[in-house]
């Protein structure tokens, strides 16, 4: 019985020594990677709180509008001394006690067309002593139209356009943040396999270095090579390059394993042990370039370049505010409503409610600063303003125009490789075979070998990193160009 628990513990700890040095794999395709991260890239997550709170700062802008109630009521007292004589009586005049109570109420706000309302209510009532008192008050609407200043915009109309443009913007400030992701996904996906194929390439390297020095042995031991020649020691160096070679190739894999990881997720303790494989290989789909094509996309919907014009429908808002408050106040007044009297509150309310003593007032106001000084260079800063941002534009149209140029030729140049490289890696295999021949006839050196699998080696490495290149050209020259979204089928839309 003891034995069997021993081994059940012996097995146990072996399997658990297994799982420790076998992490669990997952095979992901470019497609999950972008599910991926989506859902749950940090620095996505971050940025789609921008339009909410854009959002937010649209509804505060439209705060402008809401009407404002008040309501206020005062009770007073006053007592006017008597004394003295009047020239009818010789009494001494009493001394007058007055009381009143007053409630007043209203509503009040302004339209988006710039009409300033007052809905009021107010009533009193007044008592004196030898009197019994008095009840009035009265209920109308004050209305204020400004005709040239604040006619055609105002603070909160510009308010509120400013913050439907920001929040125009913080979209497109998200859509860049999706781009970038996915493009760097995309970037770090490629590196992946490139990364995962140098391991094997160096591991070919590392058996074929083997193979030479295992096949050179056989060879001193069968006489047919000398012993103190060198040939064995020339191996045993390849042999240590090659398998060096290789874990700096498996350290590299382990760090792009890593930069893909932190793209994808939020909680990265849970990928740490997780085995990222690549799903398929590398393919280089040749693509047709077209300068004139990518540059119309690029200038048509960049994220920066929407944003730019942004900036300058921004300025154009606030240009047409400054402009407009150049001008003088000139507003039309308005008042109109009813009264009541009476000896109790019932009375000055049923009064009102008759609407038997109507009130009406019709008016205009204007004012204008002497010298306006304020307004005038404010509009001129504003003016300036705006043609700094037009240049800022044109400056930004140039760079885009001049990195799409780039992201194209280093397009093609990255598909020019990935041909070359394939034919360099097919003559370096071609050339090693018929060395290792000729070296088998005894026509040959250690040496000559040697330096053909070193050939073969970078043959190899090369044609997959012009591949890898060619694919991450791509992937940038469809971010210069705006076009990351529709290029791998992924709707935008901010809710």
Known sequence: MKRICALAIFAAAVLSAS????????????????TEALAHNLDLQIERYAPQISLYDLYSAYGGYDPAFNLSGRHSYNVSPGGGFNQYSTNPIPARITKSDGFNSGISGVLPLGLQYNFSGNIADTASSGNSGSTSGEIGVNLTQPLLKNFWTDGNRLSVSVAKNRMKYTEQSLRNQIITTITAVENAYYELIYAREKVKVQQQALDLAQKQLADDKQRVELKVLAERGGTIEQDEAQVASSRASLISAQFTYVGDQNALKIL?????????????????????VKQLFDLQDSWTKGLAQRPDMIQAKLDVEQQGLQLKYSFNQLFPQLDLTGSYGFNGQGREYSDAFGQIDQGNAPFYSVGAQFSIPLSNVRARNSYKTTKAQQQQILLRLKQLEQNVMLQIDNAVSQARSAWESVDVTRQARVYAEVALEAEQGKYAAGKSTTFTVLQLQIKLTTARSDEIRSLADYNKALANLAQQEGSTLERRQIDFKVK
């Not at 799982?19 to 972008?34: E, K």
């Not at 994808?264 to 280089?284: F, S, V």
């Open 19 to 34: 799982a420790q040095t076998n992490p669990a794999v997952r095979t992901m395709s470019l497609q999950d990677c972008f």
């Open 264 to 284: 994808l997720t939020d909680n990265y303790a849970r990928w740490q042990e997780l085995e990222i494989i690549p799903a398929a290989p590398m393919e280089a």
